[in-house]
């Protein structure tokens, strides 16, 4: 999430390729550029969730929320779960 953040921020440019490798203890920029490749692109992941995006889905829908239960999940409507669907490129 650092490159996506740090391009969406800064630009796709030398700069933030620099400034990302200093950030990540790389000494070349063309890691960083791929990977942000790989980040970007369009391609959607299909199948299970992992336990890490389960825990983001988790932190999005509750975030602040200290005193959250089960009965929360019910409360989210199938357009939100698109709509992070979207987000995440599943």
């Known amino acids: 999430m650092l490159i996506l953040g740090e391009v969406k ?3 796709a440019n030398a700069d933030t390729w620099k400034r990302l490798a200093r950030l990540l203890n790389r000494q070349k920029t063309f890691p960083i550029l791929n990977r942000y ?3 970007s692109s369009s391609a959607t992941t299909k199948g299970y969730w992992t336990l ?19 009965q929360d999940i019910a409360k ?12 995440l490129d599943r």
């Open 9 to 11: 921020k800064s630009g």
């Open 37 to 39: 490749r790989i980040l």
């Open 76 to 87: 989210i409507s199938t357009n939100d779960l698109k709509r992070l669907d979207n987000e």
């Open 52 to 70: 890490q995006e389960d825990e983001d889905l988790l932190k999005h829908f509750f975030a602040g929320k200290s005193n959250s239960t089960a």
